[in-house]
């Protein structure tokens, strides 16, 4: 999709909002990073370096994911998006908190957060949000206050505290 197809969906998208809603764009099929960084590298009248080109002008080389990267994005929470009168804008169907309960609630995060109580922020945000399926919970605080991943608590899975990458290599 070009710039200004995308743009377009944008503005017609906005002109369907009423207040409040969110909408999904269909933006054609995903486009995956290796195959966008050879395209990058081969547009730039560069090569790339590989075992069959060992004089190329730039490698590609896969790191794997960084903490907190995901392969896939979700674009929506709940699975029930509601089609539109345009065909490539989707309405999404998600629930909300009355604003007084939602206030209540932000108020108790805010005092759990200062307590730097990470599991007990998880589960309010496990019960706030239904549809959130949460992962490993690791306490970057803790990493940053002593400068190490040494001490970093995992709550699932204890393997990945010694698979993260130290302060001095970010």
């Keep these: 999709m070009t710039i200004p197809e995308a743009v377009q969906l944008v503005v017609q998208a906005g002109i369907m909002a009423r207040g409040g809603e969110v909408f999904v764009l ?3 099929q995903p486009v995956r990073v290796l195959d966008l960084a050879r395209n990058m590298i081969e ?4 090569t790339i370096r590989s075992a069959d080109n060992p004089e190329g002008d730039i490698e590609i080389e896969i790191v794997g994911l960084r903490p907190g990267e995901k392969l ?3 674009l929506l929470i709940g699975d029930d998006p509601i089609a539109t009168p345009h065909p490539r804008i989707m309405m999404a169907n998600e629930n909300c908190l009355p604003w007084k309960t939602l206030q209540s609630r932000l108020e108790d995060l805010a005092e759990m957060v200062e307590r730097r109580d990470a599991a007990a922020v998880r589960a309010l945000l496990i019960e706030l949000v239904p549809e959130y399926r949460a992962g490993a919970l690791t306490d970057w605080v803790a990493s940053a206050t002593n400068g190490s991943t040494e001490g970093v ?3 699932r899975t204890p393997k990945a505290v010694n698979n993260l990458p130290s302060r001095a290599a970010s």
């Design 72 to 74: 896939f994005e979700e």
């Design 43 to 46: 547009l730039s009248g560069l």
């Design 153 to 155: 608590v995992s709550l």
């Design 26 to 28: 269909d933006m054609g």
